[in-house]
């Protein structure tokens, strides 16, 4: 049996008896993501040629990992119990296009230190990615990854373009997805809610409006934004796409796609190529990589 469903299974159990007790399991697994992620065997050729460095972020070591040096760099932010080289098709197509290209394993992720990591480790990480190497050419955010990134570039980070891959809309989401994803008691729902705003983000009283894509879209200063999304997407759900699309209006092209869900979509040759055509109309024509 799944590990993870035999969990849920206890979870349930407990819920019964002990909503407060099943409600901080439920927690301690939202907040970790389940293994790692592991190197594909056509990306492992990308990894060897990487420039790898190491920031520390809430003292947790990062690994990053850098293709070209020029200016401008792509950024590419992953998701939950994801790794950088998630992005492998996507990092070989941008340098084939002459892009330099920059991303990270987050805290608990591929090879970085610690166990776990929050929502505002990553924009910690995407901002000093910026102080290193400057304004980026474009943004690219797959699933939790493109919550994060459209928060970092709310919060001052600077790009020329912005990509949401999947992308997670609201920090609501997470937690609904959560329950629904691993079958749990809906009573667990609102525990877990509370834990999230008491034990993780404990200074953050708006976190559910600050931690949201579509809020505040005037203050994302991009004029350029590609969403991509698979109607068949059943960890982020479609409508998470429609009301992306519906708050960014005219700024927003929108790739809509079918049959691929949450996992493939990331890697289609179809998609790779619609968002390195993207980044190539962020940096213009003629403009060195």
């Known amino acids: 049996m799944d590990p993870t469903v035999a969990v849920s299974a206890a979870l349930n159990v407990?819920?019964?008896?002990?909503?407060g007790l099943a409600g901080r399991g439920a927690f301690a697994l939202f907040r970790r993501p389940i293994g790692k992620a592991r190197v594909r065997p056509v990306d492992a050729p990308l990894v060897e040629r990487a420039d790898r460095g190491r920031l520390t972020v809430a003292g947790k070591g990062v690994e990053t990992y850098r293709w070209g040096d020029g200016p401008r760099p792509v950024l590419l932010v992953h998701g939950w119990g994801s790794r950088g080289m998630r992005f492998g098709a996507l990092i070989a197509e941008l340098q084939e296009r002459g892009h330099s290209v920059?991303?990270?394993?987050?805290?608990?992720?591929?090879?970085?230190?610690?166990?776990?990591?929050?929502?505002?480790?990553y924009v910690d990480i995407i901002r000093e990615l910026q102080l290193?190497?400057?304004?980026?050419?474009?943004?690219?955010?797959?699933?939790?990854?493109?919550?994060?990134?459209?928060?970092?570039?709310?919060?001052?980070?600077?790009?020329e373009a912005l990509v949401g891959i999947a992308g997670v809309s609201r920090f609501d989401h997470l937690v609904s997805g959560f329950i629904e994803e691993l079958r749990l008691d809906t009573r667990l729902e609102g525990?877990?809610?509370?834990?999230?705003?008491?034990?993780?983000?404990?200074?953050?009283?708006?976190?559910?409006?600050?931690?949201?894509?579509?809020?505040?879209?005037?203050?994302?200063?991009?004029?350029?934004?590609?969403?991509?999304?698979?109607?068949?997407?059943?960890?982020?759900?479609?409508?998470?796409?429609?009301?992306?699309?519906?708050?960014?209006?005219?700024?927003?092209?929108?790739?809509?796609?079918?049959?691929?869900?949450?996992?493939?979509?990331?890697?289609?040759?179809?998609?790779?190529?619609?968002?390195?055509?993207f980044v190539d109309g962020a940096r213009g024509p003629g403009a060195a990589g």
């Open 102 to 121: 920059v991303t990270f394993d987050a805290p608990g992720h591929g090879e970085s230190g610690g166990t776990s990591t929050t929502i505002l480790e």
């Open 14 to 19: 407990t819920a019964k008896v002990a909503p």
């Open 191 to 277: 525990y877990l809610r509370r834990h999230v705003e008491r034990d993780l983000f404990p200074e953050e009283p708006d976190l559910w409006r600050r931690f949201a894509v579509p809020r505040a879209p005037e203050e994302v200063a991009v004029e350029r934004i590609l969403l991509v999304h698979d109607e068949d997407d059943r960890r982020a759900r479609v409508h998470q796409f429609h009301e992306t699309a519906e708050a960014y209006g005219s700024r927003a092209d929108l790739l809509l796609t079918q049959g691929l869900g949450h996992h493939r979509v990331i890697t289609d040759p179809q998609v790779v190529t619609r968002v390195a055509d």
């Open 132 to 159: 290193e190497h400057g304004v980026f050419g474009a943004a690219v955010g797959y699933s939790f990854g493109s919550l994060a990134t459209f928060l970092a570039v709310r919060e001052g980070v600077k790009t």
